[in-house]
């Protein structure tokens, strides 16, 4: 099975901040390729999937891109809504998530 | 709206089984593919199984396969998760989800709030 590893597992940031969350694969890995977004107490929420593409309504902050095995998550300047964990999710014939980040106020 | 809801959760003692509902409104549900993943408190999210959008294929993580069978009922918009044999280790918020068509395909792009299920004796 592919492992994802998730970097940082926690991240302490400002508002305005621009941060950078990453997602190591352990073999290659297709374009299959999400991210996630949960408050707590919440379901996770759609952010970007198939490596780059935003889900509707997200905001335009969001990005995502892949470098080989790398899948980076990139918020642009943060805001206060922004603050929960964030998860990686990929599909190469089996399901895997990454162990999450969590983006704390300064 | 579309919306997803599951129920069912509650304390279950090992060895035991449970049954979890999923209902799925606002959507055409029979024409998604529809999963299990499920997030022990304070950790992370693990995918448990999947079943096609008219339930002929299904799929099982390792960790729980042989207690574990999906089904649904599109004609009642529901889908389900019967587990057998529960352990401690399965005490965790179980979220069903649907996964996208076309370009949103291999992604999960609704989900329920989640349904708390606790192994205890």
């Known amino acids: 099975d592919i492992q994802m590893t998730q970097s940082p597992s926690t991240l302490s940031a400002s508002v305005g901040d621009s941060l950078t969350i990453t997602c190591r694969a352990s073999?290659?890995?297709?374009?299959?390729l999400a991210w996630y977004q949960q408050k707590r107490g919440t379901a996770p929420k759609l952010l970007i999937y198939?490596?780059?593409i935003l889900e509707s309504g997200v905001p335009s902050r969001f990005s995502g891109s892949v470098s080989g095995t790398e899948f980076t998550l990139t918020i642009s300047s943060l805001q206060p809504d922004d603050f929960g964990t964030y998860y990686c999710?990929?599909?190469?014939?089996?399901?895997?998530f990454g162990q999450g980040t969590k983006v704390e106020i300064k | 709206q579309v919306h997803l809801a599951e129920s069912g959760g509650g304390v279950v003692q090992p060895g035991r089984s449970l049954q979890l509902s999923c209902a799925a409104s606002?959507?055409?549900?029979?024409?998604?593919?529809m999963h299990w993943v499920r997030q022990v408190p304070g950790k992370g999210l693990q995918w448990i199984t999947s079943?096609?959008?008219?339930?002929?294929?299904?799929d099982y993580a390792d960790s729980v396969k042989g207690r574990v069978t999906v089904s649904r009922d599109n004609s009642k918009h529901t889908l389900y998760l019967h587990m057998t044999r529960v352990r401690l280790e399965d005490t965790a918020v179980y979220h069903c989800?649907?996964?996208?068509?076309?370009?949103?395909?291999?992604?999960?792009?609704?989900w329920g709030p989640g349904t708390m299920v606790t192994v205890s004796s």
């Open positions: 989800a649907r996964e996208g068509r076309t370009t949103h395909l291999r992604s999960f792009d609704l």
């Open positions: 606002g959507f055409t549900f029979g024409t998604f593919s």
């Open positions: 079943i096609s959008f008219d339930g002929t294929i299904t």
């Open positions: 073999q290659t890995v297709n374009r299959w």
């Open positions: 198939k490596v780059s």
């Open positions: 999710q990929q599909y190469n014939g089996d399901w895997t």
